[in-house]
Nanobody, 119 residues
Framework: QVQLVESGGGSVQAGGSLNLSCAASGRASSMGYIAWFRQAPGKEREFVAEVRRTSGYTSYADSVKGRFTISRDNAKNTVYLQMNSLKPKDTAVYYC????????????WGQGTQVTVSS
């Protein structure tokens, strides 16, 4: 089991940047993948980005590709989501999630951090 705590959310103007952090505790090393999801008001939760803890392999949703960068610092058990060129459509609660490599679904979730992008 792993505990996840997101931070770094806030309010920013369109075109601005934010860097979200996901701090993991517990059996963090057992989690092969860490990901960011988001949920906007009235919308389903959607995948944003994923990173493999060991290799640094990354994948991104098309909606954020080229603007967001996911990275990890294994020594600190922390995953980051650098968000640049933010748009109002990026407004959502952002959640960190983790899963072992042997599990196809994410079952460990943080509490979320609010990101609000104004025009």
């Amino acid at each position: 089991q792993v505990q996840l705590v997101e931070s770094g959310g806030g309010s920013v103007q369109a075109g601005g940047s934010l860097n979200l952090s996901c701090a993991a505790s517990g059996r963090a090393s057992s989690m092969g993948y860490i990901a960011w999801f988001r949920q906007a008001p009235g919308k389903e939760r959607e995948f944003v980005a994923e990173v493999r803890r060991t290799s640094g392999y990354t994948s991104y949703a098309d909606s954020v590709k080229g603007r967001f960068t996911i990275s990890r610092d294994n020594a600190k058990n922390t995953v980051y989501l650098q968000m640049n060129s933010l748009k109002p459509k990026d407004t959502a609660v952002y959640y960190c999630a983790a899963r072992p490599t042997t599990t196809p679904r994410y079952g460990n979730w943080g509490q979320g951090t609010q990101v609000t992008v104004s025009s």
